[in-house]
């Protein structure tokens, strides 16, 4: 079984108008590997032969929030896991939570550069440990984005900063904890109580980084992901599938822990 922890999507209505946008603030970094649609991404699984996708929005204004749970709710399947895009700075931060649980949402997504927020920033705080304390995992955007500039809203000081402040829960820090800060990672992220997801990807941290980070932060706490569709996930499951990994701690990345988190039988 395969489980892809972090892929984007939007409404059939607007996915067109999404992809040209997020290919200008790409700068030509990335090229998306399907249509965004959800059709688009389970054409995408069903070619690299993955099970179940998690659905990540990003609320880019507060008043998305809500709209973003009533169309996430819409398009849930047995291949389809959608988790919350909330705003965290919006003044109704806790009624949106309360939202998301109500609505049986599993996780919310929060992106410090789409949402101009510092991760470590310490007013959020009561917004993360509430969401926390409802049951939802909290994934986060890690690192370096094309559409923001050094220093970035995140980095691996924040995070671990983050998880000694909260009084329990699952956190995500997405792209091996922080996209081109892997040596941060290494020093100040591994050995942490927060989940670390493999998107964007194998191609940028490496085979020798990732067995060292696995080595020291453990198999039960690395999630398989690729940010579709700016990763091609039969490349991703190629790449992890041949680097000598034990096989027991490859079903851990690949799905059994995301089987765990996302309560599926």
């Known amino acids: 079984m395969i489980i892809d922890f972090h892929t984007h999507i939007f409404p059939d209505s607007i996915a067109a108008h999404a992809v040209e946008s997020l290919k200008k603030n790409a700068h030509g970094e990335y090229y998306p590997a399907h249509d965004m649609t959800a059709k688009g991404l ?18 880019t204004k507060p008043s998305h929030s809500v709209k973003n749970m009533e169309w996430g709710k819409q398009i849930r399947s047995e291949r389809i896991v959608t988790f919350a895009g909330l705003f965290p ?3 109704t931060w806790k009624q949106n939570v309360d939202t998301a649980a109500e609505m049986g949402y599993i996780g919310i997504k929060l992106h410090p550069e789409y949402q101009n927020f510092t991760v470590g920033d310490e007013k ?21 984005d094309p559409i923001g500039t050094a220093p970035f809203r995140s980095d691996p000081a ?95 990345i690949f799905y059994l822990n995301a089987k765990r988190l996302l309560r599926l039988r």
């Open 42 to 59: 389970i054409n995408a699984m069903d070619a690299a032969g993955v099970d179940v996708s998690v659905v990540l929005p990003v609320a």
């Open 89 to 91: 700075d919006a003044e």
């Open 124 to 144: 959020l705080f009561p917004m993360y440990d509430y969401a926390l304390s409802k049951g939802l995992v909290i994934v986060f955007h890690a690192g370096y």
């Open 158 to 252: 924040m995070f671990r900063k983050v998880v000694r402040a909260m009084r329990g829960g699952t956190i995500v820090a997405a792209h091996l904890g922080g996209q081109q800060q892997w040596e941060e990672v290494e020093d100040k992220l591994v050995g942490e109580n927060i989940y670390l997801d493999t998107s964007m990807g194998t191609e940028y941290y490496g085979k020798e980084r990732f067995k060292r980070i696995l080595a020291g932060h453990g198999a039960d706490k690395i999630l398989f992901a690729t940010d579709s569709p700016w990763s091609d996930a039969a490349a991703e499951i190629k790449n992890l599938g041949s680097w000598d990994i034990p096989s027991g701690d490859l079903d851990k």
